[in-house]
Structure formats: C-alpha cells, structure tokens
C-alpha cells in the first residue's frame, strides 16, 4: 500500500512541472484496414484529450472503432494518418512495450501458466524492479483488489470476477501513468458487475490513475465517468460528461442511443428569444430553445427525454408544450408506469411516470391523452 | 442394463483387432524369447532368461548408438521444426493449410522409397557429389554415405513432420492476446517469446518428442539404406536375428528388451513433464 502511494506520488511529482499536458491526446487519429481487397476504415478520425487523472470513457455499440481507437493508445495498432500523444510525448511509433500505459484486456488474456503472484509481478519484473520491492507492491496490490491468499493459485482455477480483479493487479502494479480497460466488465453477470463498477471507481480515486474505460453499457459509462466521447461509425458524435451526454445528446444517434429517449421533427413556425415553436399534427404545439442557427421554417429536431413528460386527460396550460396522442400500451414497473404513446403528428414517445401512492393509472390502453413537458427539458439536436 | 453394455460394445472391434495382432503375437515372442534351440532342430522353451542378458552384453553398443542417434535426431527435428512450426502458425495468415499440406506433401510418397532417393542424391558419385569432386572443391574419397551424419539426417527428415505438427498445434492455441499482454507489460519480443511464446508451446514440443524419439529409436530403414557396418542400429540386429540368423529367442529377447526401456523411458519422461515444475521453472 505504502510502496503504491510512494511510487505514485512520485510519477504525479514528476508530472505536476506541467500538469496541464494531457495525459493522452489524439490528433486526427485514422485507422484503416485491408479486408478482402478493400479499405475498411474502423476509425474515421478521431481527436481527443485526456486528462490527467480523468476517469474517461468511450462509448458506444458494437463495431464502432472503441477497441481500435483504445488499441492505438497502447500501441498495438499503428494508426494510418494522425498523431498519438502521451503526456505531450509523439508516441505514435512507439512500441507498446516502451509505453508508459497499460491495458486491461476485455478477455483479460492472463499468462495462464503462471500463478496469480507470477502473472501480477510480470511488469516490474521486466523493468528489473528489486526482488523485495516487487514482493512488497505485488502484496500491496493484491490487496487492494481483494486477492490475498490467492497467490498460488493457477487464472483458470479462479471465478470471471477474480480473473478480471487479478488483469486489473496485474496492470496497476506498475503504476502506468494510464490504464486503458477494454470492456473490462463485460464477461460478468449483472451483480458482479455492478459490485465491480464501484470497486472500479474506488480504486481509480484511490490510485489516481488516469482511467481510459471502453464500454458499450451506457449506465456504466454514465455512473463511471467524468466524461464520455460516444463513438459511432468510427468517428466521436459527443464529447462531454454524463449529465450533458444524457439531457443534451449532440446528435440523434447520442439521443437514441443513450437511455430512451423521444425525438420528434418539424418545422419552426417561429423563432424568438431563443425558442423555437414547432407545430405537430393539428391541436400540437412544441417549444423548445435554440441556437443562432435556427431561423424560420428550418427543420428542428427535438429530443426529451421520457420522465419529463407529464401524462394528463385535460390539455395542459399554453405555456408548456402539449401534443395529443393515444396511448398503445401501458406497462406497470413498480415504482413507475412506461406508457407508450402514438402522437398526433406520427411519432412515437414513451413516457415514464411515479407510482404515486394515490394515483391509479392515468390512462388505459386507447384513451385520448395530452403529453406535456417544460420547453427547457427538451433540447433542439446539434444546436 | 443396456446403456451399461453400449460402451463395451464400442470398444469390442478395435478391441478385438488389438488382441488378435498384438496381444497374442506378443504373448507369443514372450514365450519364444526364452525357449532354446535352432531353426533346424526347432525350438523349446527351457524358461532361459540368459537369452535376456546375453542380447544386451552382446549388442550393448548397438542399444546406445540408437539411444544416442534417437536423441540427436529428436534435437534436430525440434531445432528444424520449431521455426517452421512458428512462421506457419503467426506469419503464414491465410495460407496456413496450405503450407502445413507442404510440409506433409513428401510423406505420401513410401517411407522406404523417400529413403532410397535420398541415398541416390548423396551416392559417392552421385549427382550431388560427382560434380563437386571433379571441379576438385572436395577431395576424391569423400562421401556421406555410410556416416553417422547420413543416419542422423535421415532419421531427422523422415520424422519432422510428426514435430511440425504438435508444435504448430500448440502455437496455434496462443491467445494471441496473452502475447499483446505481456507487450503490454514491457517484455521485447525476445522475452516475450521466451516467457510466453515458449512455456505455452511447450507441451507440443513434449508430444513431439514422444512422437519422434520412440520410432527413430526403433528404426532400421534409415540405417540399412543409408548408413554402413558402423552404424548399426538396434533395429537393424533384430531384423537379423530373425530374417538371416533365425535366431528366433535372440530377437525376441532384443525386441522385448527394447520395449522395457523405452516404456521406462516414456514413464519417466511423462512423470518428469506431468507436473506443472517446467512451466513454473519457464515462468521466472
Ligand atoms: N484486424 C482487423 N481487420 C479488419 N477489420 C477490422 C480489424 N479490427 C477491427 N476491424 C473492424 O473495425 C471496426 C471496429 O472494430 P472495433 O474497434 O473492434 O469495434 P468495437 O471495439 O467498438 O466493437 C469493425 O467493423 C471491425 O470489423
Ligand atoms: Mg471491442
């Protein structure tokens, strides 16, 4: 324990002469196959900085360059065009061996025939640490993650949860100035998971280490992160933390992607202070803040999310935006209902609202209804 | 009671085949190998275990000239091998079938045939040597024949492929991750072959050794055709007691001898590796 906090204080010592540097940055990063005779680019461009000590994630769906773009960090991908910084160093061509990062793979890729002891000292032994300064961080580490008195133990004799804890030892016990975690979670079922995802973040807080966290699993990202670069299609649609990424998508893909969202489209009928208002169907009406960019008659998409939205029989007051519809199904969730409604205009919304002690279910299945939500709930996408 | 029979019915064909041709023979040669007499005025059997310690006095330096061939040729086949094996499991890509197929493609032409080819190659004045010796780049009386070097080469290219393909089948099991991983955590890619790499492929290398030294040992083709009286390998001296001597119990004694050492040898070597110690030891 005393040897970790010494040997990071001392990284973090050298560090702080210029603790602006971000500890990763990537300019302009490219990445391009050759499949069967054609050029596949699995990343299309992506810069981003890092910062020191930032829990920071990437998100997004399967095939999405996440894996790829982490891969360049380390080093075991040289990228086709762009720049790889580590802590303001060109480390491009650099190999994964001389880089002061390290990664935790999403299958942990242990060295299955050493012991958890061996496979945890491997790092510093290949640095030429001193015997008894490995002994004492090796025993440190592995008591952080909770493994001691399992030393001798071969990685296949031990459960997914004491894998992944003994991939994590393995690479922190170097104490790199980043650690990259490829899906480190998703071989777990849901409660480890979960019991994982604090002891993740405890961990991080505690050692201080820059974290580089892939996930395709937005509410880790979103409980995990300072901030979150969502990635699609190779490129980043929305850098920024969890709170902005949750109720102020950048894009459509954003709004879909993370949790459920509601996106309706149309035409501002007027634009002023700011607001714009849409007309849905006949009854509808939408207001909803914009930028500069939005003049009259532009196409505007708008996005709110579901437990915003207030259900009622009665049209609501003019100074909200209200939009008629029916409801197509009703789902009770315990402590809330999930209505999905058909709205006048053609879209489709899902609205979650509290089981309140004396509330029955607002509206049945078919009933006429009226949605209504605070114009500043709702965001305008891109704008 | 049905489901208790199916099991032994499987094995009743290959078990039945395996007790008429090799159980019987060798209960068999058991018996002949301590019976007297000659091919004339027939054998009985008079439970003469010197027949045992005779074979073994007499053809003591045949036993280790085959130990000592079988070793060296397992060394080299491992030495060859092990490359090829390697460049075909990470560097071939999509080719890999088709460069193990190359590797197999001699041994669909006869084991005797390949070893008379190689006999005619390296004749005296063969074509290989002829020309070499009139441009004078090697002197009138050299030859590769009737060498040791020419058994030991032989053994090596006649057994190589039963070492490419354990090896090649334990490299392909690497998770090529678990080698990133230890890229990852500052090993070259010297170390990372030895710390990694080569503990993991190991047990292939062990199958391979188990798969070459036991037949090299036992061999005689390679003797016969290309080496002279002073390589004789134990396998040729059995071939003669029974085919020239008729000296049935000295060959059956040779052959049961060769038998014990090498099922000791096998235990031994087994229960030297069957325990984790050489992965451990490859680990530090
Ligand atoms: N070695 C490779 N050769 C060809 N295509 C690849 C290779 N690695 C990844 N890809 C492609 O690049 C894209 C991004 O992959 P990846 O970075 O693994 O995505 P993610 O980790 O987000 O699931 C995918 O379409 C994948 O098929
Ligand atoms: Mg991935």
């Given at each position: 324990m005393t040897e970790i906090q010494a040997g990071r204080g001392a990284a973090v010592a050298a560090a702080s002469g210029d603790s602006q540097v971000p500890a990763i940055e990537l300019d302009g990063v490219v990445k391009e196959y050759q499949a069967q005779g054609e050029v596949v680019q699995a990343v299309k461009g992506v810069s981003l900085s890092i910062a020191e000590g930032e829990f920071f994630s990437m998100l997004g769906p399967s095939g999405c360059g996440k894996t790829t773009t982490m891969r360049m960090i380390a080093g075991f991908e040289d990228p086709s065009r762009g720049t790889v910084r580590l802590h303001g160093q060109d480390v491009t061509d650099v190999p994964p061996n001389k880089r002061d990062v390290n990664m935790v793979f999403q299958s942990y890729a242990l060295f299955p025939h050493m012991s958890v002891w061996e496979n945890v000292a491997f790092g510093l032994r290949r640095r030429r640490v001193p015997a008894q300064e490995i002994k004492n961080r090796v025993g440190a580490i592995l008591e952080i993650v909770d493994l001691t008195g399992r030393e001798k133990r071969r990685p296949r004799e031990m459960s997914g949860g004491q894998q992944q804890r003994v991939a994590l030892a393995r690479a922190l016990v170097n104490n790199p100035r980043a650690l990259l975690l490829d899906e480190p979670l998703g071989a777990l079922d849901l409660k480890l998971r979960q019991a994982m995802q604090m002891e993740l973040k405890r961990i991080q807080r505690e050692v201080g280490i820059t974290f580089v966290y892939v996930t395709h699993d937005q509410n880790e990202a979103l409980t995990m992160s300072d901030r979150i670069a969502v990635m699609n299609d190779g490129l980043v649609e929305q850098l920024a933390g969890p709170r902005e990424i949750y109720e102020r998508p950048a894009t459509t893909f954003v709004a879909g992607f993370i949790g459920t969202s509601n996106l309706l489209s149309g035409t501002a009928e007027r634009v002023d202070g700011g607001t714009a208002l849409l007309r849905v169907g006949e009854r509808g009406r939408v207001l909803v803040p914009v930028g500069d960019d939005v003049r009259q008659g532009g196409a505007v998409e708008v996005t709110v999310r579901p437990e915003k939205i207030r259900i009622s029989v009665e049209e609501p007051a003019a100074d909200v935006s209200a939009v008629p519809g029916t409801v197509a199904e009703v789902v009770y969730l315990g402590t809330y209902n999930s209505y999905a409604v058909n709205l006048a205009g053609g879209a489709e919304f899902t609205v979650f609202e509290q089981n309140a002690s004396n509330s029955d279910i607002t509206a049945e299945r078919g009933a006429s209804v009226w949605l209504s939500w605070q114009p500043q709930h709702s965001y305008a996408i891109g704008s | 009671m049905r489901r208790r029979i199916a099991p032994y019915l499987l094995v009743l064909p290959g078990g039945l085949w395996l007790i008429a041709f090799l159980v019987v023979p060798l209960v068999f040669m058991a018996s002949v190998s301590t019976q007297e007499g000659d091919i004339v005025n027939g054998f009985a059997q008079t439970f003469r275990f010197a027949n045992f310690a005779d074979a073994l006095t007499e053809y003591r330096t045949q036993f280790l000239r085959s130990a000592g061939y079988g070793l060296a040729g397992t060394v080299l086949t491992i030495a060859l091998a092990y490359p090829v094996a390697y460049w075909i499991a990470f560097k071939a890509g999509r080719r890999k079938s088709t460069y193990l197929l190359l590797v197999l493609l001699p041994f669909f032409v006869s084991f005797v045939l390949r070893t008379v080819s190689w006999k005619f190659l390296l004749a005296d004045d063969g074509i290989l040597l002829q020309p070499l010796k009139s441009a004078g780049?090697?002197?009138?009386?050299?030859?590769?024949?009737?060498t040791t070097a020419a058994v030991v080469g032989g053994l090596t290219y006649n057994y190589l492929p039963f070492m490419v393909l354990p090896i090649y089948v334990a490299l392909e099991r690497v998770d090529p991750r678990v080698v990133e991983a230890s890229q990852d955590l500052y090993a070259s890619r010297l170390t990372s072959f030895t710390k990694v790499v080569l503990p993991l492929s190991l047990p292939g290398v062990f199958a391979g050794v188990l798969m070459t030294f036991v037949p090299m040992t036992a061999d005689y083709v390679n003797a016969a055709i290309l080496g002279g009286p002073a390589n004789t390998m134990i396998g040729n001296i059995i071939q003669t007691e029974y085919l020239v001597n008729n000296d049935y119990p000295a060959g059956a004694a040779l052959s049961f001898t060769l038998m014990a050492a090498m099922l000791i040898g096998i235990f031994v070597y087994a229960r030297a590796l069957g325990t984790e110690n050489v992965l451990e030891a490859a680990a530090r």
């Open positions: - | 780049l090697l002197a009138q009386d050299f030859h590769v024949l009737q």
